[in-house]
């Protein structure tokens, strides 16, 4: 039996400990890096309307790494081009915003360019499995492949990889599944890599400024963003810079002064206002999601009681979610959940077991 595995590599320190411990099982490992076009200001070229990347991943510094971690460990090693793609996703990204949604770049990234062309070209070396350096486990039971939680709830990314078909299962490998961010640290310090101390990578590897209405400014700089501030009754209560700046549930930066806490209640694109209201407002009954990828056998037939949770650093909510055609799902909370966002994913979890996850479309009363 072939154990070939192919390993996105990104120069981090968690893929490259990876390499190591894949090796050390006994896997012949094939290191492939993602050249996106998105390079700091020192490589001299960037995609368009991106800034300095220096605190990214996929730069021509991290290609560099990472090449030098696969020499090391002798590993063959490829550097795949995927700008095209990769501008695809900054496109979302602006576009999301200026659909009065806020994108999760790092799920389309995994969905589309990590676990499908990345697999694919995986596939074309007759590759047995494709490995990554998240925080998740996939864990084998009846005869079934799960995905669950890592064991380091710090820094758990099963959030972020509910949309990867359930077929590819299977052919999944995540070396630091059992691992706390610290032993990978002392690992790496062990086995003398480099990156032992490597800063980690920004959550928006594009954004590593963290100002991502200036790059839709640059990205789109025919579009105009600016407008009013209402509240519910739709009174103008001040004038803002671009709605693409904000989010469901901000209350910080909107760079309004009003006599009581404010937060952004809704974002309406056409009319270039931000809707401003209580913190109670901002309370939802539940949602309904679209392109729901399920991670379990079947589609569930029956309303099905899990947790839901809806961002990254959401602790989960207990729900009932209720399967509908066209990959659609409507969930009901227990409990009234707080800025619900369209445009964020909402993964659903039985225990530690992911069990699938989708788009949110609308938060519902």
């Not at 190591?20 to 995609?47: C, D, N, P």
């Not at 360019?113 to 490995?131: C, H, M, T, V």
């Not at 990889?161 to 961010?181: N, T």
């Not at 029956?302 to 961002?311: D, F, G, T, Y």
């Amino acid at each position: 039996m072939s154990n070939r595995v192919v390993l996105a590599m990104s120069g981090g320190v968690d893929s490259s400990v990876s390499a190591w411990l894949l090796k050390q099982q006994g896997y012949e490992v094939i290191g492939l890096f993602m050249r996106t076009g998105v390079h700091g200001e020192s490589s001299g070229t960037a995609v368009p309307g991106v800034k300095d990347h220096k605190k990214g991943c996929c730069s021509a510094i991290d290609a560099g790494d990472a090449r030098r971690v696969a020499d090391r460990l002798d590993i063959p090693f490829y550097a795949l081009d995927f700008e095209k793609e990769f501008d695809r996703i900054i496109d979302y990204f602006a576009d999301e915003y200026l659909a009065g949604r806020t994108p999760n770049p790092c799920v389309v990234c995994n969905n589309w360019l990590k676990f499908g062309k990345l697999w694919s070209f995986g596939k074309q070396l007759e590759a047995d499995y494709i490995a990554t350096g998240h925080y998740a486990r996939i864990v084998r039971r009846d005869g079934d492949f799960e995905m669950h939680k890592a064991v380091d709830p710090e820094k758990d990314q099963s959030y972020v990889l509910h949309g990867i078909r359930k077929s590819i299962l299977p052919h999944l490998l995540f070396p630091l599944a059992e691992m706390r961010k610290e032993e990978v640290r002392k690992l790496a310090r062990e086995f003398g890599l480099a990156v032992a101390d490597k800063p980690d990578s920004v959550e928006i590897c594009f954004v590593p400024d963290g100002d991502h209405a200036g790059l839709i400014r640059r990205r789109r700089p025919e579009l105009v963003t600016s407008g009013a501030f209402v509240d519910t009754a739709g009174n103008v209560l001040a004038e803002h810079d671009g709605y693409v700046r904000f989010t469901i549930g901000q209350r910080k930066g909107l760079g309004y002064a009003a006599g009581s806490r404010r937060y952004v209640l809704d974002i309406i694109p056409e009319t270039r206002e931000v809707v401003l209201g209580d913190k109670e407002e901002l309370l939802a009954g539940g949602l309904r999601a679209s392109k729901v990828n399920w991670l379990t056998s079947e589609v569930p037939t029956e309303p099905l009681r899990c947790s839901a949770k809806i961002r990254y650093r959401h602790a989960g909510a207990a729900a009932v979610v209720s399967a509908l055609p066209n990959a659609e799902a409507d969930v009901e909370f227990a409990e009234p959940q707080s800025a619900v966002t369209p445009g964020q994913a909402v993964v659903f979890y039985d225990g530690e077991r992911v069990l699938g996850g989708g788009w949110i479309e609308e938060a519902v009363s």
